[in-house]
Antibody
Framework: EVQLVESGGGLVQPGRSLRLSCTGS????????MGWFRQAPGKGLEWVSF??????????EYAASVKGRFLISRHDSISIAYLQMNSLKTEDTAVYYC????????????????????????WGQGTTVTVSS | DIQMTQSPSYVSASVGDRVTITCRAS??????LAWYQQKPGKAPKLLIY???SLQSGVPSRFSGSGSGTDFSLTISSLQPEDFATYYC?????????FGQGTRLDIK
């Protein structure tokens, strides 16, 4: 069974740090882009960050709201992705989901388009991060 | 950033009804649109990608259509397990953005 399991959430004070972990199983972890999304209480879905597979250079992207504060990484040998969250703000309070991302890229010779992250087919159960004093 | 606007925000319907939810992008996104279903306390579930491609394992009563800026998700005959919140997501460019959601309730 394809599965993602997050851990590391909790209550943290503003300005502090927290690291989320995501363990994948049931698929070749290193072959897929991985991403983090979040959902604030009673709100909609928000993209946080992507990291591509090493085969595609491990390119990293961040939402503007977290850029410079959050760091995404992956350790394919142990099928784990991380989200290091620094300088946390109250508005970072949310359920954080680890995801497996589907991507498509078009190439003509050596010229390739930017990837299209066209869907998220596997979601973890979510881990709750509460930033409060 | 591309803004995604869903309508309606809330719909009440009965088992067996046909329901259509629409999603409009603030600029053209070709067919780079996905639809998700989310039940309370659960992670979202991918239903449709590339505007009209049905994700493996999703019942055929779900269908998607559209391109450019206007898209729709149709459930042909509502089943009890379909009552949930639905989100559209554009995949044309970063940042990935979602619609605000459409809550589908039982009438």
């Amino acid at each position: 069974e394809v599965q993602l399991v997050e851990s590391g959430g909790g209550l943290v004070q503003p300005g502090r740090s927290l690291r989320l972990s995501c363990t994948g199983s049931g698929f070749t972890f290193g072959d897929f882009p991985m991403g983090w999304f979040r959902q604030a209480p009673g709100k909609g879905l928000e993209w946080v960050s992507f990291i591509r597979s090493r085969g595609y250079g491990g390119t990293i992207e961040y939402a503007a709201s977290v850029k410079g504060r959050f760091l995404i990484s992956r350790h394919d040998s142990i099928s784990i992705a991380y989200l290091q969250m620094n300088s946390l703000k109250t508005e970072d309070t949310a359920v954080y989901y680890c995801t497996r991302v589907l991507e498509q890229q078009y190439c003509r010779g050596s010229n390739c388009s930017a990837p299209y992250y066209y869907g998220v087919d596997v979601w973890g159960q979510g881990t709750t991060v509460t930033v409060s004093s | 950033d591309i803004q995604m606007t869903q309508s309606p925000s809330y719909v009440s319907a009965s088992v067996g009804d046909r329901v259509t939810i629409t999603c409009r992008a603030s600029q053209g996104i070709s067919s780079w649109l996905a639809w998700y279903q989310q039940k309370p306390g659960k992670a979202p579930k991918l239903l449709i990608y590339a505007a009209s491609s049905l994700q493996s394992g999703v019942p055929s009563r779900f269908s998607g259509s559209g391109s450019g800026t206007d898209f729709s998700l149709t459930i042909s005959s509502l089943q009890p397990e379909d009552f949930a919140t639905y989100y559209c997501q554009q995949a044309n460019s970063l940042p990935i953005t979602f619609g605000q959601g459409t809550r589908l309730d039982i009438k």
